[in-house]
Every structure is written in structure tokens, then in C-alpha cells.
């Protein structure tokens, strides 16, 4: 064959394959394909296994029959099962979908969206075209669905109750707090409420996110408040501090990598799982599982019923008592772009019908098993209208052998929420 042929097939073939690589992530749900509650399953994610695992629904797993559940959780949920004698109770799995209106919205948008790995540039943005709904049915790698839990179905915004509990495995409950939450989950892309897709004065801003919480009790901590923005943009938070005895607004660096919230173990990129940008990490996708989690957790959401909702009087103190079922659920491995950042990788299990992610291992920067969080949730009051409502959350830290408990106490989604209520000068009014 002649030279100046093989040339021409060899380039051709380099150019092909450079097309490849640097062809933005596109969605693979095809035009006569359409999304419906009934579908959403097997269109958007996968089945569990309902045969896996040697039990059956109103079982009670704990440290003597923990074999029968060894193939349907984390290796590393059995040292809370096994060492610290969690206790895991079965329930039936149930389906999961999203409001009607978030389907309706994936159906007419997620043919549109394009990604791609921004490599190690964190604050450059990796997605065009996103419109409301979720961006990649039937993800095909980690990257799609670190964007499919960005984008996931949390309802448009929140009013949120819920307690903070210090908990120490020698010394057991150290402190409590009670907190208000208000969120606007989606200032754009919205679904649910009005104004569609956007709230304007948000948006002209590129806010996507606004966020205020306030301390309710003990009284020496009442009315310390907190106000902050996430952006469109992968860059960090604004926001400003209420300090009431100061009587001052401070503006402050939300969300900080490494930054504790309050004090806890949960760091601000812990929350809900993990509360930065895609952008930020590295994603890959380690496998598809059938593995226990409380997706219908049958929490009681109230301060009176604290008690029944986690062990705070035996030891180690933390331990929730809730509802697991098997769940079809995304392994992704998440490392992180920023040198600095505290975790040097983490394991995230993101639920295949909701994208939440019911279950996180952190490791530090040794590569030693640091901390587990679960987040438990409870079955939606009302399925086309409101996601799975918030149960608990638990960060426990092992290398320190401590926790962090969240029970909710009150949750109430779609509110319709003012925008005024995300300002300064609701901020000031709120802290004294």
C-alpha cells in the first residue's frame, strides 16, 4: 500500500478518535422513548435484586446474623453492624419517582444537555444547554450521574426543623441544638411552583441556590443566623453571619473546602452527601449494586419522638432505628481536584430510581477509612407532587470515635417560599 495512503487512513483514524474523547457526554434516551412514574425505574436507573441476601422483610440484622446481609451493604457498614451494634431492621422495597412536573421536564429537555470532564480545571463549567429535569436518564458514567444527583429531584424549595446532636461513644449525647432551615432548592431550572423556569431577581445574579438557617435553641446560641448563595458557576459560596452579640452582619467564605459546619463532623460539602460542584471532583464508576438503605426509613418526624428514632441511652449512643430495604444504587469513586481538600477520596452510593445518596465513605489523606454518613429518608406524603421527605442524617467520625445526629423535625416542601425572606435585612430581623 502506498505511503501517502496509510498517512491519510492513519490521520483519519487519530482524528477520529480525538473526536471521540472531546465529544461532550450527550443523553442516550432515544426521541420515541418517554418517561412516565410507571417507567421511571427501568428507563432512568435499574431494578434491585430482590432475591440477594439471606432474609426477608421484618427481619432484625445486628452483629450475630450479620451474613445474611453481607452481599447487599458496604463492607464498611458491617464495622457499625459488627463493632458497634447497629442494628438494621428489614422493610419491602418500594419504588421511587419524581413529581410530575420534574418528569414532564426531563422528557422535553435531557435530549438537549452536553458535559464534559473539565479535567483539572475545578472552577471551569462542564455542562451546556441544561434545562429543568434530570440531565441523563440511564447514566453510562460517574460524570453523568455526579450531574444527575446535582440536578436530582428535591422539590423547588423547603421549610425544614431539625435538631444537631454531639455525640461521643465514651460520653454519649455532649450537646444538643434546634435549627430552622429555608431553601430555595432551584431559584432556576424549576419545575414545581411558580415563577417557571426561574425566579428573576435569583437569576439575573446566577443564583441557583439560596440558603438561611437560624438556631432556635439552647438560648445561648438563639438567633445566630446564616444567609448564603450558591452559583450557577463552580466557585464558592457568598454568604454573611447574624451575630447577636455583636448585633452585627459579618460576610463570611461558605462552604470553604474542609469547613465544619457548626462544629460537627459534617463538613458543608457533606450535606445531603455532597454539596459541591461536579466540576470539582474526579468521577468514576465503580459498579452497579443491590444494597440495603433506608429509602422508606418509617421515621417519626417530631422532637416528642426523638428517642424512638435513635438509641441515645446504650452505647455507642448513635445508633438510628430505621427501616432498610434492598435499593438499586450507582458505587462512584469521587477524588478531589483541590490539593487542599481533607479527603483524599469518597465513596458515594447514589440510589438508582432518586439519585440521593443514601450512604458516603470518607477516607483521609492516608487513604484510612475516616467517616460514614447515611442519610435515611421517609416515603413522600404525596408522590407527584413531593420528592421522599427527609428522615436523619448521621455522620459517624470512627478514627475519633464520635457522631453527629440530625433528626428532622419538621419538613414542609413547596411552600413557595418569598424570595424577600433570602435578603440581609431578613437576616438581621431573623437574629434578634
Known amino acids: 500500500m502506498p505511503r501517502r495512503i496509510i498517512m491519510i487512513i492513519l490521520a483519519g483514524l487519530i482524528t477520529g478518535i480525538l473526536f471521540f474523547y472531546s465529544t461532550p457526554i450527550e443523553s442516550e434516551l432515544a426521541p420515541d422513548q418517554l418517561l412516565t412514574k410507571e417507567n421511571w425505574t427501568e428507563m432512568v436507573g435499574f431494578k434491585p435484586d430482590l432475591a440477594l441476601g439471606d ?20 463492607e464498611t457498614l458491617l464495622i457499625l453492624i459488627k463493632k458497634y ?30 458535559i464534559w470532564d473539565t479535567k483539572e480545571e475545578a472552577r471551569k463549567k462542564g455542562i451546556k444547554d441544561y434545562l429543568p429535569g434530570l440531565p441523563f436518564p440511564n447514566p453510562q458514567n460517574g460524570l453523568e450521574i455526579a450531574w444527575n444527583y446535582h440536578f436530582s429531584y428535591q422539590a423547588d424549595d423547603a ?7 454531639w455525640i461521643s461513644a465514651k460520653k454519649g449525647v455532649e450537646r444538643w441544638e434546634e435549627w430552622k432551615w429555608l431553601y430555595i432548592t432551584r431559584t432556576i431550572n424549576r419545575t414545581d411552583i411558580e415563577p417557571l423556569p426561574a425566579i428573576p431577581e435569583f437569576a439575573q445574579k446566577g443564583i441557583q441556590y439560596a440558603s438561611m438557617t437560624y438556631a432556635l435553641e439552647p438560648y445561648d446560641k438563639k438567633g445566630l443566623a446564616a444567609l448564603y448563595n450558591r452559583f450557577d458557576e463552580p466557585r464558592d459560596q457568598e454568604g454573611w453571619l447574624y451575630i447577636p452579640t455583636m448585633r452585627r452582619v459579618l460576610r463570611a467564605s461558605f462552604g470553604t473546602r474542609g469547613d465544619s459546619w457548626n462544629s460537627t463532623d459534617l463538613l458543608y460539602e457533606d450535606v445531603r452527601g455532597y454539596m459541591g460542584y461536579p466540576e470539582w471532583m474526579h468521577w468514576k464508576l465503580v459498579g452497579k449494586r443491590t444494597v440495603l438503605a433506608p429509602m422508606h426509613a418509617g421515621i417519626p418526624i417530631s422532637k416528642d419522638a426523638l428517642n424512638k428514632v435513635y438509641d441515645f441511652k446504650n452505647w455507642p449512643h448513635w445508633n438510628p432505628n430505621m427501616t432498610w430495604e434492598r435499593r438499586p444504587v450507582y458505587v462512584v469513586e469521587a477524588t478531589p481536584k483541590f490539593p487542599d481538600y481533607p479527603y483524599s477520596k469518597m465513596v458515594l452510593y447514589y440510589d438508582a430510581e432518586t439519585f440521593y445518596i443514601t450512604y458516603k465513605e470518607a477516607y483521609d489523606k492516608k487513604g484510612e477509612l475516616w467517616k460514614i454518613l447515611i442519610n435515611a429518608f421517609n416515603e413522600s406524603p404525596e408522590p407527584d407532587r413531593e420528592p421522599p421527605s427527609i428522615g436523619t442524617c448521621l455522620v459517624v467520625d470512627l478514627q475519633a470515635e464520635h457522631a453527629t445526629a440530625f433528626p428532622w423535625f419538621d419538613q414542609v416542601v413547596n411552600k413557595n417560599l418569598d424570595p424577600s425572606l433570602f435578603t440581609i435585612t431578613n437576616l438581621r430581623k431573623l437574629g434578634k
Open 85 to 114: 451494634n447497629m442494628k438494621l431492621k428489614i422493610g419491602d422495597y418500594k419504588p421511587v419517582h419524581p413529581s410530575k412536573g420534574y418528569i414532564d421536564a426531563t422528557n422535553k429537555y435531557c435530549r438537549q444537555v452536553e
Open 55 to 74: 432474609f426477608k422483610s421484618g427481619d432484625l440484622i445486628d452483629k450475630t446474623n450479620w451474613e445474611k446481609v453481607k452481599d447487599v451493604v458496604p
Open 159 to 165: 421549610d425544614n426543623r431539625f435538631g444537631v446532636y
